[in-house]
C-alpha cells in the first residue's frame, strides 16, 4: 500500500543550526502538508503546498522556515536556525485531492533542539 | 480561535463496549470531516470520513455520524477492542486559496480495558 515515507525519523540539532526534514509524498498525490505536533499538544498545520508553491501558511511558519519540492519525488522542509520551541514532532501529509479529502499521514520526523 | 473542538481529554471504556468520541466545529464551509486514530511517535492513521453532505458513515466496526444543524460529530467504535486504544483526532476540510485545508481538533486518549 503505498505511503508517506519521512527522513529522518529523530533528529537532534543544536539550538541555531540549520534542519531539512525530508519527505517523499505518495506519489500520484499533488498536496503536500507539513504539520507538527508539540509533545501532549494538538497536531498544528504548518504549510500547504501544490503546484510547486505554497498554498496557505500558518502563523506558525515564519521566514525562518521553508520549503521545497526540488525533484519529483521529495518535499523538504527547513529551519534555517532551529530554536528551543521548535522541538516537535514533524508530520508530512499528501493528498490527491480525491472526493473522500482523505490526508495520508508519514510517521514523523522527530526534532530535539538542545 | 478553535474550529474543531474535542472536548473530552480521555475516555475509557470496557472491552466489548461501545466507545463515543465526540467532535463539535464551527464553521458551516467544512467539506468534509474525518476521524484519526494516532498511536505514540507514529503518524496519524486515517479511520473514516464523512462528507458534509451525508450523516452517517460506516466502514466495519467504525460509524461516525454528523449532524449539521448541531455542528457536531461523532464516532462510534462497536465493539472496542484493546487495540483500539490511542489517541483519536477529529478533523475537518475545506477547499480554498487552491488547496484543501484541513483542521484538527485537539485529541481524545481512548483507552480500552480489557
Known amino acids: 500500500e503505498p505511503e508517506v515515507t519521512q527522513t529522518p525519523s529523530h533528529q537532534v540539532t543544536q539550538m541555531g543550526q540549520e534542519v531539512i526534514l525530508r519527505c517523499v509524498p505518495i506519489s500520484n498525490h499533488l498536496y503536500f502538508y507539513w504539520y507538527r505536533q508539540i509533545l501532549g499538544q494538538k497536531v498544528e498545520f504548518l504549510v500547504s503546498?501544490?503546484?510547486?508553491?505554497?498554498?496557505?501558511k500558518s502563523e506558525i511558519f515564519d521566514d525562518q522556515f521553508s520549503v521545497e519540492r526540488p525533484d519529483g519525488s521529495n518535499f523538504t522542509l527547513k529551519i534555517r536556525s532551529t530554536k528551543l520551541e521548535d522541538s516537535a514532532m514533524y508530520f508530512c501529509a499528501s493528498s490527491g485531492g480525491q472526493t473522500t479529502g482523505e490526508l495520508f499521514f508519514g510517521e514523523g520526523s522527530r526534532l530535539t533542539v538542545l | 480561535d478553535q474550529q474543531v473542538k474535542q472536548n473530552s481529554p480521555s475516555l475509557s471504556v470496557q472491552e466489548g463496549r461501545i466507545s463515543i468520541l465526540n467532535c463539535d466545529y464551527t464553521n458551516s464551509m467544512f467539506d468534509y470531516f474525518l476521524w484519526y486514530k494516532k498511536y505514540p511517535a507514529e503518524g496519524p492513521t486515517f479511520l473514516i470520513s464523512i462528507s458534509s453532505i451525508k450523516d452517517k458513515n460506516e466502514d466495519g466496526r467504525f460509524t461516525v455520524f454528523l449532524n449539521k444543524s448541531a455542528k457536531h460529530l461523532s464516532l462510534h467504535i462497536v465493539p472496542s477492542q484493546p487495540g483500539d486504544s490511542a489517541v483519536y483526532f477529529c478533523?475537518?476540510?475545506?477547499w480554498g486559496s487552491g488547496t484543501y485545508k484541513y483542521i484538527f481538533g485537539t485529541g481524545t486518549r481512548l483507552k480500552v480495558l480489557a
Open positions: 478533523a475537518a476540510s475545506a
Open positions: 503546498f501544490y503546484n510547486n508553491e505554497i498554498s496557505e
